[in-house]
Every structure is written in C-alpha cells, then in structure tokens.
C-alpha cells in the first residue's frame, strides 16, 4: 500500500470495473495513485477495487451510472460531457485539479463486440499520461494517443 501525503494523487475513473477502466486503474494504481473505482454495479465495482488492492495498489469502488441521473446528475451525451470536461476543468483549476477527456481509440472491448485492434492496455495508456500531468498540465482538453483532439 502506498502512503498517502498532502500531495496524493487520486484519480476518479468511470467504467473502471471492466476493459479500459480497468486497465487503467491497474496502471495508474502502479504510478502511486489512490483509485476510485467508478462503476454501475456496486458488486463489481468492490470487486475491481479488490483486484487493484490485491496487486498492492490503493482503491474505493464508487457507485456511478453516467445513464442515471440521480448517480450523476446529468445526460452521458458526447455534448454534455464536452461541456462538463470545461466546466469542471474551469471550476477546479484553482485547486490544483485537473479535468481532461481522452478518446483510447480503437480497443477491443465489448461495447464493439471485440472488434477493436488495440488491447485495453493500449487504450489506457492516453489516461495514464494525463494523469500524470504536472499541475501546470493541460484542463479542459480533450486528448488521444498522439495528443490533443479537436472537439
């Protein structure tokens, strides 16, 4: 387990208990980081976070449903997220936090029926280099793997 300092980093990750999410944790839980397991099921959202300790990294399950309101106040619409992405990334600058999106490209997962080309590994690299930003990295970006995407 990682000690925690004034200074830990933590990282907030929707759909964190499968594909992408999930790999993303697993890297980013490897850099130090405190993961919060961001999933529709709590079950498998506790059972993410167990997987991520297990390896011997720090992580909470945290119930979210992008789809639900009352989990998370809002319409999983590209648009939305666009906006929240700057929203968030203005409201938060002032404490240090930084607000990005990430588009991972093709991967293999089963939101494509396992058509993608690049393995989940591959598509969380994008997060794991943007969470890792300095404080004077980059907000309200939107990014892929080679850099910022326009909207």
């Known amino acids: ?17 499968k594909g992408i ?3 993303t944790a697993e890297q980013l839980a490897e850099l130090g980081m405190t993961i919060l397991i961001g999933a529709r099921n709590p079950r ?7 997987a991520v300790r297990a390896a011997g990294g720090d ?37 240090g936090i930084l607000v990005n999106r990430r588009r991972p490209g093709y991967v293999d997962t089963d939101s494509n029926n396992h058509t993608g080309f690049l393995t989940t590994a591959q598509g969380a ?14 907000t309200g970006g939107f990014f892929g793997e080679g850099g910022p995407v326009p909207w």
């Open 1 to 17: 387990m990682h000690e925690h300092t004034a200074h830990q980093k933590v990282a907030m990750l929707t759909g964190a208990n």
């Open 21 to 23: 999410g999930s790999a």
């Open 44 to 50: 498998r959202g506790e059972q993410a976070a167990e």
């Open 59 to 95: 992580a909470h399950p945290v119930t979210l449903d992008v789809t639900d309101p009352a989990s998370a106040a809002y319409s999983p619409s590209k648009t939305v997220l666009n906006a929240l992405t700057v929203q968030y990334a203005n409201e938060l600058r002032k404490a």
């Open 125 to 138: 690299a994008v997060v794991g280099r943007l969470a890792t930003l300095g404080a004077d990295g980059p």
